[in-house]
């Protein structure tokens, strides 16, 4: 069991799913937040912090062994937001655990916008080539160099999860293939933390569904075996979600409509 485990983004959707489900993962769970998370619970520590803010981000890191980081900008953005949160934010987070008195390891909540320009007729593994669909996309592609290169130099060991879409049901035609359900979210978060050895691997966030365009087998030594499979919510997705036409970047592309979007301006 870890002694203190961070949780950043504890005031985001992800990071609020992992603050009820992960409460007896660690002695103490840290919840990272901008925003109001209201009372701490009976093993809880609240840091309210800036992540681009690098001297709150140490005092943050300081002393926990796991970090799932869930905090930062979660979709397209201008480049200025993109830039505080996902850029400086990541870099201010590796700093801190290069410079922390424990070594932690981290969950590292990457998504499928990094490889979102990717066909989805393409079946893609961890070996895949890289194609963010915008901004939001490199700045997880920088996070996952970033993970890298402070595993091979520092050894901090990172899950680099590309999270497919993480919501209580898929809500249309694209997420039958990338929906990841809250229960093997959780249950990824600990397999990541139960393994002796993790390294630093590459592995996609989707449940077990039929229709999903990703391969793990490369991260089977994980022993992660996703339960939830979206065909379950098909006839009611066929029955309110209109099916986009093969042209349309929704049925064209992984990302999605991110692939569609210009760059914003603030
Ligand atoms: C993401 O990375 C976003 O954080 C989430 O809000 C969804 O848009 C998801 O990708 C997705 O691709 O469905």
């Not at 005031?11 to 109001?36: H, K, M, P, W, Y």
């Amino acid at each position: 069991m870890l002694n203190r485990l961070l949780i950043t983004g504890a005031d985001g959707n992800l990071g609020s799913v992992c603050r009820s489900r992960l409460q007896g993962f660690a002695t103490t769970i840290r919840l990272g937040a901008r925003e109001d998370v209201g009372p701490a619970g009976e093993n809880e520590e609240i840091v309210y912090c800036d992540l681009g803010d690098k001297d709150a981000v140490e005092a943050m890191v300081e002393g926990c062994d796991g970090i799932v980081h869930m905090g930062g900008q979660s979709i397209e953005a201008p480049w200025e937001t993109i830039k505080h949160s996902n850029i400086d934010g990541v870099f201010n987070l590796y700093e801190a655990a290069r410079k922390s008195s424990v070594t932690p390891r981290i969950f590292f909540a990457s998504s499928n916008h990094a490889i979102g320009f990717h066909e989805q007729t393409t079946r893609l593994d961890a070996n895949a080539q890289v194609r963010p669909d915008g901004l939001y996309g490199v700045s997880k592609v920088f996070g996952e160099a970033l993970a890298r290169l402070y595993f091979e130099k520092f050894e901090i060991e990172t899950a680099l999860v590309r999270i497919g879409s993480s919501f209580p049901e898929p809500k249309n035609h694209r997420m039958l293939a990338t929906w990841l359900s809250f229960d093997d979210l959780i249950s990824l978060i600990e397999s990541v933390f139960a393994i002796p050895r993790l390294g630093c691997p590459i592995i996609y966030g989707a449940s077990n569904n039929d229709a999903s365009w990703w391969d793990n087998r490369e991260t089977s030594f994980l022993g992660w075996k996703p339960k939830d499979n979206s065909e379950a919510f098909r006839a009611r997705i066929d029955a309110e979600c209109i099916q986009p036409s093969n042209h349309e970047v929704s049925a064209v592309y992984q990302g999605g409509e991110f692939c569609g979007q210009g760059i914003l301006e603030e």
